[in-house]
T-cell receptor
Framework: EAGVTQFPSHSVIEKGQTVTLRCDPI?????LYWYRRVMGKEIKFLLH????????ESGMPNNRFLAERTGGTYSTLKVQPAELEDSGVYFC???????????FGSGTRLTVV | RKEVEQDPGPFNVPEGATVAFNCTYS??????FFWYRQDCRKEPKLLMS???SGNEDGRFTAQLNRASQYISLLIRDSKLSDSATYLC???????????FGAGTRLTVKP
């Protein structure tokens, strides 16, 4: 069974540019999550999809971040325009239901210069 | 108070030692608790769930104390391969959105 796949694994962009991160969850997992870890801080929740619907987006830092999950399959997280403080590792995770742990992707390391 | 708070660490122990990590959580109504392990520059991986009655998986024992709102992880007979960051994770509001502690770094030395 394929795991959670994230693309790209690394991205270096200039301040003000746009970046789109992609996550392919485990097939059949309705729940998809985005998390972020900035340098020296704990992993922070960004948002949660159930199928194509946003269940909770309370962790999204501001309106420069836009997440979508068209058709309830893969998800994208767009940052536009990127700022220096957006640098960090963005993790995607998926789970089949409301109990149990998540399976994480290997993350996208974003560096804004 | 932080939502999920862990021992700051780092913990540096010799092989064969027993080490324990604690984690406190802010919402007394939380129902689901987990320990994840994260290796350097890798994604977190589920180590074990934490059940009300406590549970054991080989050298690892997890316990929950609801009255004091903390969970613990005990590692016996530490191996070099146990070196990692251990993350306490709580389904804090029972809505399937997990909240992470900052992690505790463990280094097991020969």
């Amino acid at each position: 069974e394929a795991g959670v796949t994230q693309f790209p694994s690394h991205s270096v962009i200039e301040k003000g540019q746009t970046v789109t991160l992609r996550c392919d969850p485990i097939s059949g997992h309705d729940n998809l999550y985005w998390y972020r870890r900035v340098m020296g801080k704990e992993i922070k929740f960004l948002l949660h999809f159930v199928k194509e619907s946003k269940q909770d987006e309370s962790g999204m830092p501001n309106n420069r971040f836009l997440a979508e999950r068209t058709g309830g399959t893969y998800s994208t997280l767009k940052v536009q325009p990127a700022e220096l403080e957006d640098s960090g590792v963005y993790f995607c995770a998926s789970s089949p239901g409301v109990r149990g742990g998540y399976t994480f992707g290997s993350g996208t390391r974003l560096t804004v210069v | 108070r932080k939502e999920v708070e862990q021992d700051p660490g780092p913990f540096n122990v010799p092989e064969g030692a027993t080490v324990a990590f604690n984690c406190t959580y802010s919402n007394s109504a939380s129902q689901s608790f987990f320990w994840y392990r994260q290796d350097c520059r890798k994604e977190p991986k589920l180590l074990m769930s934490v059940y009300s009655s406590g549970n054991e998986d080989g050298r690892f024992t997890a316990q929950l104390n609801r009255a004091s709102q903390y969970i613990s992880l005990l590692i016996r007979d530490s191996k070099l391969s146990d070196s990692a960051t251990y993350l306490c994770v709580v389904n804090l509001y029972n809505n399937n959105d997990m909240r992470f502690g900052a992690g505790t770094r463990l280094t097991v030395k020969p």
